[in-house]
């Protein structure tokens, strides 16, 4: 029986991909799961995986780090929310890899390569990469959308996959980001200033440290007792404070 291990630092993406491999491939045994790269090298070492599931972006010792630490002691799949990965992670010797969120199809094409792979333990890593490079070069070659399309977000227990057009604004406080849209909220860990380097900024408007604005949700901007400007959301009580080192954003409007 194939066994594996699971190393992300989200427990809601863990528990996604262990019930998608479970559907996709039902003989394979997950024998444990990591919270980040370290716990992943130590799990290798105790359990000796065929097949260690990596997320590239963990806190600590990243994915990338924790492969090249677990070498050819198991096969390595990366999964990632960032197309642009890939190519690195073959690089690495990854035997391939999975996208978040993770789409029940793509993983049945991974999971079809993990098992001829298993069944040639033989073949070089290199060999294989190379191969799967060259069969997704026209993919990897084209043009990728620059900013983020989506934000994934745990609402409770679920995990749901919020357009960003859809998104109101952003507002963190020290621990989580606020994700507000015109129905409901959600949390997440990125901070706003990842946000900001990752969205349209043409389309969000970055208004405080803590805070980032859909320019489409701005209903006006208005000034309280204490001389503060404050942006107006259309069909929201709240009133998001502007820094002064924002102000230029609104002299155009």
Known sequence: MPTAIIADDERLMRDQLRLRLSEAWPELEILGEAKNGEEA?????????????????????????AARDIGDRSQIVFVTAYDQYAVEAFERGAVDYVLKPTEPERLRVTVDRLKQRLERPGEKVNDSVQQMLSQLAEKIAAPKQKHLQWIQASIGQDLRMIPVEDILFFRSDEKYTC???ASFEALIRKPVRDLAEEL??????????????????????????????????????EKLEVS???LHLFKQM
């Open 179 to 181: 994700v507000q849209t």
């Open 200 to 237: 349209d900024p043409s389309l969000f408007w970055q208004i405080h440290r803590a805070t980032l604005v859909n320019v489409n949700a701005i209903e006006g901007v208005t000034r309280d007792i204490r001389g503060r400007h404050l942006v107006l959301v259309k069909g929201r009580p």
């Open 244 to 246: 002064r080192s924002f």
């Open 41 to 65: 090298v130590e799990l290798v070492d105790q359990l000796h995986p065929d097949l260690t599931f990596l997320d590239i972006r963990m806190p600590g010792k990243t994915g990338m780090e």
